[in-house]
């Protein structure tokens, strides 16, 4: 009779144990070396763009490229007619050789005189009316020699050239057409390999580069030392590495920011002018930094926070200022400490001094339902 009664108190006092705090993923938080990146957003750019225009005007004969493709630098891209230029350089070269024929001429007079005033054979006016005639001979020739190349020239400029190596775009102006000089568009081309990405950045970005330069942690944009990344919309993270080539002298007083150019190799033409761009660079010297799960943090209005541990395993309400995504972990600035241990999963379910039983797991894993982990991919 004994026995059953203490049975039955035991199997009450069993029955009437608190239940274990429910479990929740947690992590310990990461203190390691970080160098901080900025992002922009960029658009590619040529190097070069032409716009092709004649230099003479008249009929256009051909075009002879193919619209879209790669030319090289004096490939001809259109002729004009160039027989009215033809004509003209005959003239020219005509009006030459009788500016050659007056100045030998004249030479030989200039020649004699000299001999016949010595001998007072003929006046100071007759002398001096050869001479200037010999002077003048020469002056038609140099204005014939001119007409000569400038017609030559002329003529040249029948055969219109691509001043660039890259891509043409589409012809404007097809065979038949009339085309005024310096006028008239007939299509462009723009240099393809290198290739620039322009971007903007604010004052407070400027001003924090600058500081950064000062203190050699980084390199500057002016003078080519600073690297830049770039992605384009297809790709993940930013592969394309290139440098700076340019940082604007003045800041636009509308808008508060400045132009900055990055020069990247464009060998496989993976970069095409126009394209969006996202754009990374330095924007801090090494130190070390608090990492946490960015799916860690909680929103309350406008303060951000996290929900740690405490040393009675209670949860506490943290708040937190934060700094940029780095390697796929978010930077604490303010609000913990390194080994501190946080929630990183169901925020929604608890609530500050609600006792928990931590499950750890390595911050930068996302805990699954089946108890499993997946890693954070950078």
Not at 101 to 113: D, F, K, N, V
Not at 157 to 168: C, E, H, L, N
Request: glycine share 8%; hydrophobic share 40%; charged share 25%.
């Amino acid at each position: 009779m004994a026995l059953t009664t203490l049975a039955a108190c035991a199997r009450n006092e069993a029955a009437e144990a608190p239940p274990a705090p429910p479990a929740f993923a947690a992590a310990k938080v990461i203190s390691k070396p970080i160098t901080e990146f900025d992002e922009f957003t960029g658009r590619v750019e040529a190097v070069e763009k032409v716009a092709i225009r004649p230099r003479v005007s008249g009929y256009v004969t051909s075009a002879r490229f193919q619209q879209g493709h790669e030319v090289r630098k004096g490939d001809i891209l259109y002729t004009i007619d160039a027989r009215p230029y033809q004509a003209t350089l005959k003239h020219a070269q005509a009006e030459l050789a009788r500016a050659r024929t007056h100045l030998s001429l004249a030479h030989s007079e200039r020649e004699r005189a000299n001999k016949l005033i010595e001998k007072r054979a003929i006046s100071q006016e007759e002398f001096d009316t050869r001479i200037s005639g010999n002077e003048a001979a020469q002056a038609n020739l140099a204005g014939a020699e001119a007409a000569v190349e400038s017609a030559a020239l002329d003529l040249s400029f029948t055969q219109i050239r691509s001043p660039i190596t890259g891509v043409v775009g589409r012809a404007e102006i097809t065979a038949g057409n009339l085309v005024a000089a310096g006028t008239t568009l007939l299509t462009t081309v723009v240099s393809i390999d290198p290739i620039y990405v322009s971007f903007d950045g604010d004052e407070q970005v400027y001003l924090k580069y600058i500081g950064l330069e000062q203190r050699g942690e980084r390199g500057s944009a002016r003078t080519g030392n600073s690297p830049v990344w770039v992605g384009l919309s297809d790709e993940q993270g930013h592969p394309h590495q290139g440098h700076m080539v340019f940082l604007d002298n003045v800041l636009n007083p509308e808008t508060g920011t400045i132009h900055a150019r990055g020069l990247f190799a464009n060998k496989d033409r993976r970069f095409t002018p126009g394209m969006f761009a996202r754009v990374k660079l330095v924007g801090s010297g090494e130190y070390d930094a608090l990492l946490i799960n960015d799916s860690a943090v909680g929103t309350d209005q406008s303060v951000k926070y996290v929900l740690k541990v405490g040393a009675d395993s209670k949860v506490e309400y943290a708040p937190v200022k934060l700094g940029p995504l780095v390697d796929g972990l978010r930077v604490v600035r303010e609000g913990l400490a390194a080994d501190d241990v946080i929630l990183v999963k169901g925020l929604q379910q608890v609530r500050p001094g609600m006792p928990v039983t931590p499950h750890l797991v390595a911050m930068g894993e996302t805990p699954l339902k089946n108890g499993k982990t997946l890693v954070a991919q950078n």
